[in-house]
């Protein structure tokens, strides 16, 4: 059974850094394409990164995805947070070896989210 659990999201303030994590279980995430997602009150849930089978990580602006050193695990680091970044962040996969390859079952898997507030 494929599951993702999202955790270390919190309060933090305006400038400051955050990593949460996304646990899988069920199936061996490093053989799939795996990212995140965020949605923030009132809009719509947007991707902010995914890595593909095989990479390790990336980098985009302010945020960094990575597998990290522990097996079936996720991660996002998030540098400089902004008023506007608040959002219930989510890892999601559809069991895809690509980023861009559409799911062949027309499934996504998701995590409950993790809630990231920035305020001073």
């Known amino acids: 059974q494929v599951q993702l659990v999202e955790s270390g999201g919190g309060w933090v303030r305006p400038g400051g850094s955050l990593r949460i994590s996304c646990a899988a279980s069920?199936?061996?995430?490093?053989?799939?394409?795996i990212g995140w997602f965020r949605q923030a009150q009132g809009k719509e849930r947007e991707g902010i990164l995914c890595?593909?089978?095989g990479a390790s990580g990336k980098l985009k602006g302010r945020f960094a995805i990575d597998r990290g050193n522990t097996k079936n695990m996720l991660y996002l680091q998030m540098n400089g947070l902004r008023p506007e970044d608040p959002a219930v962040y989510y890892c999601?996969?559809?069991?895809?070896?690509?980023?861009?390859?559409?799911?062949?079952?027309?499934?996504?898997?998701w995590g409950q989210g993790t809630q990231v507030t920035v305020s001073s």
């Open positions: 999601e996969t559809n069991l895809e070896d690509r980023c861009d390859a559409p799911s062949k079952s027309g499934y996504a898997y």
């Open positions: 069920g199936f061996d995430s490093g053989r799939y394409a």
């Open positions: 890595i593909s089978r």
